[in-house]
T-cell receptor
Framework: DTGVSQDPRHKITKRGQNVTFRCDPI?????LYWYRQTLGQGPEFLTY????????KSRLLSDRFSAERPKGSFSTLEIQRTEQGDSAMYLC?????????FGPGTRLTVL | DAKTTQPPSMDCAEGRAANLPCNHS???????VYWYRQIHSQGPQYIIH???NNETNEMASLIITEDRKSSTLILPHATLRDTAVYYC???????????????FGQGTILTVHP
């Protein structure tokens, strides 16, 4: 399968712990996006990379959140000191020019 | 990007055509209309996009009015597996200086029933 992959698919953690998610985009896609989706809502944009450069961050991305794409290929999203409000589906998408394609998402549950 | 308006929910009988409307009255000349769908607990799935001409692919057809203020996504023979939330999104040309940040609304919950 050559689509966007995300790991893990599910994560359960206790409040205050740190978590890290990984996204592997479609090969040769230079654009990578992170979104967050809470229950009953559409996905909300978090941040965008073009190659290794992080070019935009949403106000939703508090200082507890950090994203990287060190070699312009895979990306990681880290949440420090998780809170119950961080419980959501975290989605990654990639594109070359016109059509962003999404991965299956990582569902985070903070207890 | 222009705001889009969709009905919150629609029903369709299996085997019949599902016609999902979308209003985007403030769409600008360089904004495409994109459609995605999301089946429960999965990532959004790209369906189709267009600028001003009608488009068709193996999944669906997209009909855009001449004034581009509205569009309709057509699933020609809906199946139970088409039950999902369908999102209509206006997005400036994702090439060039735009970078393809999608702004999702609430979408339309399509329920296909036997």
């Amino acid at each position: 399968d050559t689509g966007v992959s995300q790991d893990p698919r599910h994560k359960i953690t206790k409040r205050g712990q740190n978590v890290t998610f990984r996204c592997d985009p479609i090969s040769e896609h230079n654009r990578l996006y992170w979104y967050r989706q809470t229950l009953g809502q559409g996905p909300e944009f978090l941040t965008y990379f073009q190659n290794e450069a992080q070019l935009e961050k949403s106000r939703l991305l508090s200082d507890r959140f950090s994203a990287e794409r060190p070699k312009g290929s895979f990306s990681t999203l880290e949440i420090q000191r998780t809170e119950q409000g961080d419980s959501a589906m975290y989605l990654c998408a990639s594109s070359n020019h016109r059509v962003p394609f999404f991965g299956p998402g990582t569902r985070l549950t903070v207890l | 990007d222009a705001k889009t308006t969709q009905p919150p929910s629609m029903d369709c009988a299996e085997g019949r055509a599902a016609n999902l409307p979308c209003n985007h009255s403030t769409i600008s000349g360089n904004e495409y209309v994109y459609w995605y769908r999301q089946i429960h607990s999965q990532g959004p799935q790209y369906i189709i996009h267009g600028l001003k001409n009608n488009e068709t692919n193996e999944m669906a057809s997209l009909i855009i009015t001449e004034d581009r203020k509205s569009s309709t996504l057509i699933l020609p023979h809906a199946t139970l597996r088409d039950t999902a939330v369908y999102y209509c999104i206006a997005l400036a040309n994702a090439g060039g200086t735009s970078y393809g940040k999608l702004t999702f609304g609430q979408g339309t919950i399509l329920t296909v029933h036997p």
